[in-house]
């Protein structure tokens, strides 16, 4: 696959707040905090909800597709072990139907020339390691 890092060098670090994303992500599921107080989306998982400060979250289960909010080519390997992947896309990708909750993922299998703000991608994973999954996105 084009545009993914090696599994070597990712390392997945999940905490009582990012547990249920990680979970459900080694399952290719997208689950999204979202306050059970205020009904605010927010991501990444943050103990308190910036609006209401409530602690109280249900994971909702969104579908992943979004459009480009913004993107940035990395042409250049500073960490060799990366060298091989490159060039990656790295983007933040906004979710409809969340109040404008965004997420970053490599867009994989495009060449850099043919992506833009604003276009449609669609949620894929990209299996690091038995049980370890991380989003990415592919044109639509």
């Known amino acids: ?3 993914v890092l090696p599994p070597e060098i990712i390392s ?3 905490t009582v707040w990012t547990e249920p994303f990680w979970r459900a992500a080694s399952e290719h599921r997208l689950v999204l ?8 989306f927010r991501f990444p998982p943050t103990p308190f909800c910036p609006s209401c400060s409530s602690q109280e979250i249900d994971w909702v289960e969104h579908a992943g597709s979004g459009t480009i909010y913004s993107y940035t080519v990395i042409r250049h390997a500073v960490i060799p072990d990366v060298a091989a992947a490159l060039p990656l ?3 933040v990708v906004e ?4 109040n404008g909750c965004r997420i970053i993922g490599n867009i994989v299998d495009v060449d850099p020339a043919d992506v833009a703000i604003g276009q449609a991608v669609t949620l894929d994973w990209y299996d690091v390691r038995a049980g370890e999954s991380v989003p990415i996105f592919r044109l639509a």
């Open 12 to 14: 997945i670090m999940s």
């Open 89 to 91: 896309i790295a983007a």
């Open 33 to 40: 905090p979202r306050c059970r107080a205020c009904s605010e």
């Open 95 to 98: 979710l409809p139907g969340t």
């Open 1 to 3: 696959m084009q545009g």
